[in-house]
């Protein structure tokens, strides 16, 4: 199961800034991998509050896989802020993320390592 999590962490972002799409990512890497990166990409179709709101839904019902990822991604985000606005913002993010987690015993390591890091204890 972790190689799911580690396709999904290279691919997370494919099919929002890509032509690629669901089938494409089923097609080369499987049912599991094409579900994880579809459940960490937001439906730009909507407006974003909606998104918003319809995004954390998607991502708490997600495999731990996926929401692995998207631990790692705010984890990354934060410590790419160059400034206070976007560490706020950052911070934010990963609130979300911890909160999506939700209290699965395989995210534990992942969720205290985000939380302590917005917390100011990179």
């Known amino acids: 199961m972790i190689p799911v999590a580690l396709c999904a962490a290279l691919l997370h972002d494919t099919i929002e800034d890509t032509t690629t799409d669901y089938d494409d990512l089923f097609a080369t890497f499987g049912n599991d991998v094409a579900d994880a990166v579809a459940a960490l990409t937001k439906d ?7 998104r918003e709101a319809a995004y954390d839904l998607q991502l708490a019902a ?11 991604d705010v984890y990354d985000n934060f410590c790419d802020s160059v400034d206070d606005a976007k560490r ?3 911070a934010a993010k990963a609130e979300r993320a911890i909160a999506c987690a939700g209290d699965d015993p395989r ?3 992942a969720v205290s390592a985000v ?4 917390r100011g204890g990179e």
């Not at 730009?44 to 909606?50: A, N």
């Not at 939380?115 to 917005?118: K, L, S, T, Y």
């Open 88 to 90: 706020a913002k950052a």
């Open 62 to 72: 997600a495999t731990w896989q996926a929401r692995l990822v998207k631990l790692a």
């Open 115 to 118: 939380a302590e890091m917005i």
């Open 107 to 109: 995210l534990r390591a």
């Open 44 to 50: 730009l179709r909507l407006p974003e509050p909606e």
